[in-house]
């Protein structure tokens, strides 16, 4: 709860584990009382986009979720939570407590609108009020921007499409022929839990699966997603740099058949898919697990983008805005890389609020 401050220092947008790790250096390298922050989150509750992930999904081998910094000293780890709990709870819990313990201070449910240059500083407007900052932190995630390829006739089709984000539970396809679209950790979870429920599964990636113990994997995707981010240009996804962890659950699935991809269709027709060879699929459901982007309609004002369809950002840091900073972004954009990103940009904050006072003097 709370209502926005008229001004601030610091604004961040996002209580999800970006926004929180950038908070928690905040607080450690002494803001607070004096020269402040506030965090803001359109949520309901405490968990960012985990409150609202589907209730069958579980941290496990698949979801693996890093602990925030300073989580142990509470005695709270992920590592040890409770494996039999939908994650979306876990999560919602344990982000709240760590807000409370170390007084993050949260306001929500406050929307951010937009943000944008006044005077010396940036001004965020929100459905409860404007905010004059001096420095803004978006962490505003991916989850409200799913992406969905474009097929031709997907309008026409006459079942039931949903994408990652709309994804409730097997049961709402009981007795259904499910298409299942992408290459990622989420698709492989759907096809595992519709198993039995659904009345067939059809997968479709775009690339051929693969299914790897790489623990370098991680590593180059997220240089190449660092390269793409201060090039300013479009950001590959994580997971097609790394391949889909050779779990024995995933292993025995591929075995029996479950895990075994196609490549894409090109034309979605009323009742199924067509591949280019003229193969038909009758389908009554179409699921797109097939990623997010960077959802940033808010900081439209400040014209961020580049001509190569990406926005430019180093080290956190938006090249063409020294005020603004993005959290979670692009190589950012793991649970891991998110708690870098809080000690780093949170250092890079408050150089840049030192640097403004000496040209303020
Ligand atoms: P979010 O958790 O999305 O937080 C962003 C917050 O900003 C939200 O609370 C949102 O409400 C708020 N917000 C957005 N826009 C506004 C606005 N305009 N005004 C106010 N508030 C706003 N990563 C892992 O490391 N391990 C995993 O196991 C894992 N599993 C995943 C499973 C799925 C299905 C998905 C989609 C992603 C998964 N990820 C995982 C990636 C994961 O989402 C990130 O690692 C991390 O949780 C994202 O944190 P974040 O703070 O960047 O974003």
Known sequence: GGTPPGATDVVIIGAGQAGLSVAWHLRRLGLGPGVGFVVLDRGPDSGGAWQFRWESLRLDDAHKVDDLPGMREMGLSFATADAARPARDVVRDYYERYEQWFGLNVLRPVRVTSVREEGTGLLVATDKGDIAARVVVNASGTWARPFRPYFPGASDFRGVQVSTPEYRAAEDFAGARVLVVGGGT??????????GIAASTVWATRRPVEFVDDPQGG??????ADEAARAGLPLPSIISGTGLPATEGNLAARDRGLLVSRPMFTEIEPDGVRWPDGSFEPVDAI???TGFRAELTHLAPMRLREPGGGVRVED??????PRLFLAGFGPQASTIG?????????RQVVARL???EGEVR
């Open 219 to 224: 590593v180059r995707a997220v240089r190449r």
């Open 287 to 289: 699921v797109w697990a």
């Open 354 to 356: 030192r640097a403004d």
């Open 338 to 346: 998110a708690n870098r990103a809080g000690r780093s940009i949170a």
């Open 186 to 195: 989420s698709a492989v979870g759907f096809l595992r839990e519709l198993e």
């Open 316 to 321: 956190g840091r938006a090249v063409r805005e």
